[in-house]
């Protein structure tokens, strides 16, 4: 049985790739299956190690999804590799459960209007599903762990603001349910460092030995200075997708995700250790390019190239 310090270290910094959930949740069209296992491979040959793999959603209204099955199995043959997946009510918990994945990621809305929009559910409605997927993954041999991402941590676009209390108190209810890790969710870019930093604190004092992410989206460009701030009040799981690639329905015309590569030379040049070679990973933007070339594709690595070696990084 896997557990959580396993998978996410006390401590460690560990960059998850949400590409493939987050990153496809709203494009046009979509990478084929064996396009995605490129996508998969070339990542774990650079050092990634967690993935978020996708959704259980019909597949007649979410086709990009239609193959978690088979990248579950795909990823599960990749020594080290760990894969999460969404699931959005009982029956895609069920199916989450079922399928093996090894982490099973459910989504609780800060704010209540958007818990209505999103999932059509009051919070205290939510808070029911949290706890019937924790019943079912503790019931499954395979004990799978269970994360919740908190939307709308820092603000909504419907409502307006969110006061950290109401978060915290979300997320205290969550682990007294059983889950095993939170995720704070700047859903639609609202967030600046300060707010980042007070918040992952405020957690971090809550909660001093529970293992907690961020997920950011760049949707006003402070994604990479919100990681920062994150990173440095506590926060170890880290969201990013290869080329910036998301979005939100409720922030319309805004950019996704923040860029996973640009999130791997942010860790380098800081001195965190992420075990990712960059310049490998860089060449995975080229299966995206080729699948989807119609979708924008954001980095400022990609771009302008990596810095010119120094004499030291070259000794």
Known sequence: MTTI????????????????????????????????????????DAGVRCFELGSFLPAHRYPQFADILELIEFLNELDGAHGSALAL?????????????AEVTAVLSASE????????????????????????????PHKPLVSVGVAMAFGCSISGE??????????EQCLTAGADVISLADTVGYAGPS????????????????????????????????????IQNGATIIDGAMAGLGGCP???????????????FLCQKEGIET???????????????????EEALYGSIAKAGLPRPTQRDEA
């Open 275 to 293: 075990g990712i070679q960059i310049e490998k990973l860089l060449g995975v933007r080229d299966v995206v390019q080729k699948s989807m070339p």
């Open 195 to 230: 707010e980042v930093a007070s918040l992952c604190g405020a957690f971090k004092e809550a909660f001093p030995d529970q293992v907690f992410g961020i997920h950011l989206h760049d949707t006003r460009g402070l994604g990479l200075a919100n990681a920062m701030a994150a």
């Open 113 to 140: 209007a958007h818990s209505k929009a999103n999932i059509n559910r009051t919070q205290d409605q939510a808070i029911d599903e949290i706890k019937f997927l924790v019943d079912l993954a503790k019931s499954a």
């Open 5 to 44: 310090f396993d998978i996410y270290p006390a401590g460690q910094i560990v960059l998850r790739e949400v590409g493939l959930r987050d990153g496809l949740q709203m494009v046009k069209s979509h990478p084929t299956t064996e396009a995605k296992k490129d996508w998969i491979r070339q990542e774990y």
């Open 162 to 171: 969110v006061k950290s209390d109401m978060v915290l108190n979300l997320a």
């Open 250 to 264: 409720f922030a319309p015309n805004a950019t996704g995700n923040i860029v996973f590569e640009d999130l791997v």
């Open 89 to 101: 009510n009982r029956k895609g918990a069920d199916a989450a459960v079922t399928s093996g994945i």
